[in-house]
């Protein structure tokens, strides 16, 4: 990830919204920048070659988002999951979809208790800090639509009681794209509240050998130990929440969005959820790179792996693969970026 254009970063600092202090809510920056690498370091000891990734996943988690991961067998999108619920001190969960798992599979379910005579909530495995949806695309549609209501509110409502899930919450979805038989297509509704959709990839070929030789002396997994707590991490959503943002990079963010709505190419634009996911998403990558104010580039860096999957594409464009990603990237080479002046 590249850092921020400096050319705009003192329009970004002055130009801010009028009354907001400057400091990061819950923990300094240098505090903030010691935990994320405590934490990157720590999964990467296990994640090889993927930095990118894991730093990726670290924004999501600080900005209280989502991830799906779209990859194929076998490259670690398990062990990210479970390195990354580790190295923060959480509880981690794991749902293998299939077509027969039900809702109450994933939420709970109340269970009679006949000595009290009363009802009893059994939690299901969304109730924990890190959980992996792993192969989200091969449950029905109908158990798909019963991570709605956790991923966007954080609760679950099983015979209209709410149960609140206690924070941190992340689910870090998995799906396989070259496996379409016995596969359900998430829907718009669902995709659209995954902050972040990432590509693990193959290793480099350094990085394979590296992954051959600890994997085949031992479990690198089965060593790897807690380097924060979990409430260091709501510290850190704390101190993302005050990350300033000035007018002129909200209406930039707008812009983006709008053009998303009116590309000749796309027949689904992004929503206003994307936007806010941007932004937040934004401000957690600011906070990361050591400042307390976004600039224009911490969007463009995230605009593709935030907007990509929440557009649909027309007929025509849609037929190659990564399209979405390109159309994207030419949007954010269009859209006219914010600075001095402007």
């Known amino acids: 990830m590249t850092r921020g254009d400096p050319g705009n970063d003192q329009a970004m600092r002055d130009q801010d919204t009028p009354g907001s202090e ?24 296990v994640i ?12 999501a988690l600080l900005a209280g988002g989502h991830v799906i991961i779209e990859d194929y ?18 509880r981690f969960s794991r749902v293998q979809f299939t077509p027969d798992l039900l809702p109450s599979d994933i939420t709970g379910i109340n269970v009679f208790d006949q000595r009290d005579m009363r009802f009893e909530f059994h939690p299901g495995p969304v109730f924990a800090n890190v959980v ?18 956790c991923m966007e509110e954080g609760q679950a409502t099983i015979d209209n009681v709410a149960h609140r899930i206690a924070l941190p919450f992340m689910i870090l979805a998995t799906q396989n794209p070259i496996e ?15 902050m972040l ?43 993302v929440l005050g990350v300033r943002v000035a007018p002129e990079l909200r209406r930039y963010v707008v812009a983006l969005m709008t053009a998303t709505r ?6 689904l634009g992004a929503s206003p959820r994307a936007g806010i996911a941007l ?61 001095p002046g402007r």
């Open 22 to 45: 400057s400091a990061v809510g819950e923990v300094g920056l240098e505090e903030v920048s010691r935990l994320a690498n405590l934490i990157t370091t720590n999964v990467s000891s």
């Open 48 to 59: 090889l070659g993927k930095k990118d990734v894991i730093e990726s996943c670290l924004i």
């Open 73 to 90: 067998p076998g490259v670690g999108k398990t062990l990210l999951a479970k390195a990354l619920a580790r190295s923060v001190g959480g």
């Open 132 to 149: 992996l949806a792993d192969e989200i695309n091969r449950a029905s549609p109908k158990t798909q639509a019963s991570l709605l209501e």
């Open 180 to 194: 379409y038989e016995g596969t359900y297509p998430l829907p718009e509704a669902q995709l659209d509240r995954f």
């Open 197 to 239: 959709r990432l590509r693990l990839g193959y290793p480099s070929p350094e990085a394979e050998a590296a992954i051959l030789d600890s994997q085949t002396s031992g479990d690198p997994y089965a060593r790897l130990e807690p380097v924060v707590q979990v409430a260091d991490v709501l510290a850190l959503q704390q101190s």
């Open 262 to 267: 009116d590309h000749r190419d796309i027949y």
């Open 279 to 339: 932004l937040r998403a934004a401000k957690a990558l600011a906070v990361l790179r050591g400042r307390d104010y976004v600039v224009p580039q911490d969007v463009k860096d995230l605009g593709q792996r935030t907007l990509s999957h929440r557009i649909i594409l027309t007929a025509d464009a849609g037929t190659r693969a990564g399209a979405e990603e390109d159309v994207v990237a030419g949007i954010l080479e269009a859209v006219p970026v914010p600075g």
